[in-house]
């Protein structure tokens, strides 16, 4: 039975086992933070089985997790299973063995269908202060963009060795001192200006409209053919943008 379930789903593992390894690789979140989620996790997951919803949100507004924290918990679970796949291998019977890769592997092909937006939502207290916008316009955001608000307090806290909750209170203090209808007053305004994010695109803009005419007019140069130039402005600016776009977006 065990031999069945390891030949059957041994492609499962493998996939999942190197994706935990490139996410661990990538990751700039503490390893205290991580290593407490994971912690966690193996104590939520018995037998390998990951719990519902409901529990899980109870389990991290029990265990107080930071903002942190609570995005690491799709990564953790993951490494969490995989672990405890690995451990079938080292089980004492029989029994245990099936029990451990059969939790492992239902539960990796389940964590798909798990809401994670919505439990970051009701978790985490960061996304608890962003909430109180003093526009409004946060909550009223898509999952997506309301992510990339995240991640940006995420950068900003790193840099200035503070929490996200910390500073994302002091953009909402900000914000709340803006006059009403003034677009100040919509937390993202001072997030924007505080991150690099703004000078990233100002120098993006620059280089997209300034590098492809200047290798098009050294073509032309080089080549002594003067009417190349307007006939390779057009080509090379779409060329340098894909390049140019992954270099200064990197990270975004």
Not at 46 to 58: I, S, T, Y
Request: overall charge positive; glycine content about 6%.
């Amino acid at each position: 039975m065990y031999q069945e379930w390891l030949r059957d789903n041994y492609y499962l593992l493998e996939r999942e086992g190197r994706a935990v390894l490139r996410e661990l690789r990538k990751t700039r979140a503490p390893w205290r933070a991580l290593a407490r989620m994971a912690g966690l996790c193996r104590e939520l997951c018995p037998q390998g089985r990951v719990p519902g919803e409901r529990a899980l949100c109870e389990a991290l507004l029990g265990a107080r997790c930071s903002s942190q924290e609570v995005a690491l918990l799709p990564l953790a679970l993951r490494l969490t299973l995989v672990r405890a796949a690995a451990d079938s291998v080292r089980a004492p019977s029989p029994e245990e063995k099936v029990a451990l890769i059969r939790g492992a592997v239902t539960s990796l092909r389940a964590l798909p269908d798990l809401d994670f937006a919505a439990l970051t939502e009701q978790a985490s207290p960061l996304e608890r202060c962003l909430r109180r916008d003093p526009a409004g316009v946060f909550p009223q955001m898509e999952e997506g963009s309301r992510a990339v608000y995240r991640h940006l307090l995420q950068r900003l806290a790193q840099r200035r060795r503070q929490s996200a909750e910390d500073c994302a209170n002091g953009l909402v203090a900000a914000a709340a001192g803006a006059r009403e209808g003034d677009p100040a007053r919509h937390i993202g305004v001072p997030l924007l200006e505080q991150s690099r994010h703004a000078a990233r695109g100002r120098a993006l803009l620059v280089t997209e409209t300034l590098l492809p005419p200047a290798i098009a007019l050294a073509l032309a140069f080089a080549l002594r053919a003067w009417y190349l130039f307007p006939l390779l402005c057009l080509p090379l600016c779409a060329l340098c943008r894909v390049g140019l776009e992954a270099l200064f977006l990197r990270g975004v």
